[in-house]
Structure formats: structure tokens, C-alpha cells
């Protein structure tokens, strides 16, 4: 029952009794006396009603005094007392709780007082002892830390539904390219797998795990190469990160950027072909100058003929020898070649950049198939894939080819298709024999080697025989590993600086609908804007946006979005004393249009969490359209929270919920020192609010709702 209908149910009780009681006891009298006494009272009770009417009307006020004073001096006070008190034990027990109520409610606040002192001393006591255990706790951080910023490799570590619980520098600046188009770093905790890698890809290798898992045996690992969102290629080897259980809790990626692989691999079998070549021709050169002498004697016979024979001979064995290492080094660069699980349109995007950039080709994409998968050797079959369109180039004049890739079974016929240019049967074959050359790069590998290794075939097919019909190479290329899914078990669902958080591994948003989720389970983006003013619908517009990521109960104050707006409108001169922003700060700053995006993927899939939200939020809904985005997110607001757990006091802004509950503030109206200040705010919030019950979105959401301030717009 809310405070007012309290009031009037007591004051009307209180003025029921006082006015009843008498009124009872007059008719009980009236009963007992003669007709004609009756009649006599009678008369005078109605002679001297307006005097009872006023005394009822002075009873009834009468009445209500007392109850307020009661109300002010013991309900009221021990409202307030208990909101106090709340916080003193949730959040701040420096508090010290004040009263303005009665003796006995102020000996009450004295005793509370006393029993936060208590509190005080037994925290000081166990920070005390658990000080030594956080620092060793920080020296094994420390090292993991230092550990994974040296590794040359990117290090990202995810669980089954794809939050990133770990990562290092490295991984940070691979995907760094694709984050700074987007407007704020891709890779951060708590943030979605799925932005920076294709989700298949990932689920395939998820999937593929959990399959060797369950078969048993050494511990599982696989290897695919996939595109990041900035068109870098990427190989990820992937390995399961198990739980106590020994069930996969999440995945471990290493990332290397093999981009360059093609080229470096080319200059480095460049350079041995160039030295296998200059070894060569000095052997010829001496043996046939040891053929001359052997022909030609011109001094002792005996003498002579020993000489040429042995230069002969080793000449012979020189030129056996460099024959030999380079077999053996085609056969070694065949027994290197790892398969590894790659999306054919990958592949074919791989091979098309290949072809046009080293033979000048137009190379297009044909039918594909953006589910499947091959098993291949990328650089191997892009250099076979470069070595067949020379070919066509140079003995056909083919100047324009097309990739494409449909599945065969098991298989995948990957066609490289022209027209016009006709090509005999018997030029396959010797194609197949010859050493690989693409330009001036050559590898003793042969494409019969590369089709070997895949367990592969290729082979010439024609559309017709008429003049101009076309013609196509197809190969037919193993797929990738089939993998049966396996059903996911049911789960439920940061220094140097803080990279990484474990505590994640526990928390799964796949089983429950986002607003029966806990509290403490969400992730949240607290964001402020600064403005020209205070009217959005009259012109007013946004002039900084900043923000910062909660995870796991924890304020990531590495992982925050700030940016300036160019306003295109002059500033008021009231509101920049506020928020100190002079115009020329402003200058050459992108519109809001440009930086609503970028900051709508920086929250992507969080909860938003502002103060005062419904203002800001109204800034935002008045430039969705022209920004393309729109912010369908849960909108949580401190304002509104404060007011659920303290309806008695009336100071619900920043600085008095900061003040309240033990935050220093620190860095006030600058758009991201209040959506910092506003982020340690809620935390405490959270923690409150969980004492009174409201743990899931909803009952937040609900609670929120409820409250006198809900009822403000903009």
C-alpha cells in the first residue's frame, strides 16, 4: 500500500474512534430514557448541531495531526532509516545513517551506526587478510598476461556461445583495421565471435571438436582458413578449452595473418629455382670444357686423359647431385602440404585476386556454393589454379575466365571455365607433367603432384563444337570433413590491462529469453551525450557521445567509445559553461549520421544504461532515420533505479546517488566521465536492487516502470 492511501486509512480510523465512541455512547444512553426523555434529547441534539458538526470537523483534523506527526516522526523516519541502512550494508558502509524522527528512532540510527562501525572493522580486517591472496592472485594475472602480449601469434579465447573470454595485442591488432571503420575496437570481452569471423566457420570448427570429443582419444584440434571483416586471411588453429567435467566450455583460436603467405612462399621457391639455375649452368659450362680437353689433347697423353676423365666424372656427379635435391625437394614440399578446411568461396576469392594480380586475367565468380566446404592445400591449389590460366593465356590467348565451385557427393567439381579459345585433349596431360610456372616463379612441384595429394582428378570438358562454344577444367576436389552435430549440453548461462575474465565460461544467454536473464549475467553499454541544449525536439543537437562496457559485473574502463559531433548549429553559451566544449573542438568532427553507426556497433547486443535515459534516448530516436540505424536494445536508466530503491528520498540526481552510495565523482560533464561515473553507479545498483528481490531485466524493467519518474518526457 502506497504512503498517501496509509495516511488516510489511519486518519480515518483515528477520526472513526474519536467521533464513533461518543456517538455509540449517547445512543446506548438515548436507549434507556422515557419517551418523553427521548424526545427532550432530541431537541437538543438538533438545537446544537452545527456545534457537534464542528467538533466532528475539529476532531477529524485533530486526528489527522496526530497521524502525521506519527507518520513524520516514526513511519516516515523509519522508511528512511531502513533505505539507509540498505545501503549501508550493501554498498557503502562508510555511510553513517542520519534520522530527524523521535528520540527512540534517533537511538535506533545510533545503534545501526554502531553496528556499521562493526561492519567496518570486520571488512579492514578481511581486505587485510585477503590482501596477500589478491596479490599473489595478481602475479599469476600479471604472468598470463605478459605471457600472452610476447606470444607473436593472436590469441582469442571464446565460449560455446561465442563470447570472447580472452585476448591478447596481437589479436587485438588484426582485426584493429575492421574495428576503427566500425567506430570501436571489435575485439573486447563479453563481445560476440561472430563479428569478427564467419559463424559457420566457427560452428563448423565447434562442432567438429565436440565430435572428437565424444569419440575420446588424444585431445582434438583442427585447423581452417577464414577472411576477417578487414579482408585479411587468416589461418585459425582451434583447440577446446575443457571444463571440470571434462565437456568443451569454450574454444581457444590462434590467429596468424597468412595474407602474405602466397607471395613470401613464391619468393622463397623463386630463390631456389634462381639458385638450382646458377649452380647449373656453371656445371654445364665445366663439363663442356672437360668434353673439349678429352677431345683435344695437347700434352702427355697418360697424364691429360687422367685429368679429363676426373673432370668428366665429376662433373657428371655435380649435375647427378643437383638433379637428385631437386626431386628430393619436390618430394619434401609434397610431404608438407597441410589440407586444411577452407569455404570454397574463400578459396576462390583467394585464387581470383591470384590471377588477376600476376596475369593480368579477368578472373569472375560463377556458381558457388557459400555452404561448402573443401579440404585443401590453399597456396598449392591457387599456384595450380595460376599455373593452368598462364597456360590458357599464353598458348590459347584466353584473357577472361570463370571460378566456380558445386558440390559432387563427398566431392566438389570446381570448374575453370572460358570461351572461345579450343584446347586439344593431349594438352592436359603434358600440362599435368611440367613444373609449375606462373611468371617468373616455378616449383618443382608438378600439378599431378598437387591433384596426388588432394586425392584429386582433373579433367577437359567442352559445351559444344561449335566455333566459340565454351570449354572448362574441372577438377573434383575432396569436401570438407562431414560432421554430425552434437547436441550442445544445457549450460547456465578483467591488472594488464583487463583482457580477460573466466568468470564468463558460466554464463549462456541461449537457453533463456533475454529479459528473464539475471542482472548480473547481462552485458551493458552506460553511455551520456553532451548537447546544445536541453530541447532535443526543438532543434537541439548532439555534440559527444561516450560510453563504456560492464561484463560480468565488471566496468572494462579499457573498452569505451568517446567521439565529438559536429552539430551543425552554434552552441548555447549556457550549456558549453556546462559541458566546457568550445566550437572550434567541434570543427572537422563528423556529423552525427556518421557516429550514430559507430556507436550503435559498439553496443551491439548489450543493454543500454544511461541517467536520465529517456533524454538521450530522445535525442537518438530523432536522428535513427537519417543514420540507418535503430537501437531495439532494453534501456535501463539509474534515475529510475535510485528512485525504485529510495522512493522516501527526493534527490535522485548524479552526484546525490554518487554521494549516497560511496562513488567518487570524478570528471562530471564530459559525456564519458558521466557514463563512467553513471557505469559505477549502476553497479551498486544492481547489488541493491538484488536485496529487494529484483534480480532478471523484467522485474528491473517493471520496477522502472512503476516509479513517478518513469512518467517524465522529452
Known sequence: MRGGSKFALWTAALAAAAIGLPAALGLMLAAGLGPEEQETLRRIVSARAPMLAFVAVILVLACGGVVAWLFREYVGALRGLTEQTQVLLGVNDELRVRTEGAREVAELAAVINRLGEAQRRLRRDFEARAQEARARLEEERNRLAALMSELAEGVLVCNTDGRILLYNEQARALFAAAGEAAGGGLVGLGRSMFALLDRDQIAHALEKLQHSLAGGGAPPSTRLVAPSPSGRLLRIDAAPFLNAEGGMAGLVLTLADVTGLLDREAQHLSLLQTLAAGVRAPVANLRAAAENLAAFPDMDAGRRGRFVQIIAAESQTLSGAIDIALREYADALKASIALEDMRAVDLVRVARRRIAASLGIAAEEGDLDDGLWLRVDSFAFVQALAFLAARLRDEHGVRRLELSVRPAGRFAHLDLAWRGASVTPEALPAWESEPMRVGSEQTPLTLRDVLERHGGEVWLEREGAAQGAGAR?????????????????????????????????AHSGAARELQERSLSELSYTVFDTETTGLEPSAGDEIISIGAVRIVNGRLLKNEVFEQLVDPRR??????????????RALAGQPPIEAVLPAFHRFCEETVLVAHNAAFDMRFFELKQAAAGVRFTQPVLDTLLLSAVLHPSLEDHKLEAIAQRLGVRVIGRHTALGDALLAGEIFLRLVALLAQRGVTTLRQALEASRDTYYARLHY
Open 473 to 505: 577444367l574441372r577438377f573434383l576436389m575432396p569436401a570438407g570433413e562431414p560432421v554430425a552435430a552434437v547436441p550442445r549440453p544445457g549450460r547456465a548461462v578483467e591488472s594488464r590491462p583487463e583482457y580477460y575474465d573466466f568468470d564468463l565460461f
Open 570 to 583: 552554434p552552441l548555447d553559451p549556457q550549456s558549453a559553461r556546462v559541458h566546457g566544449i568550445e566550437p
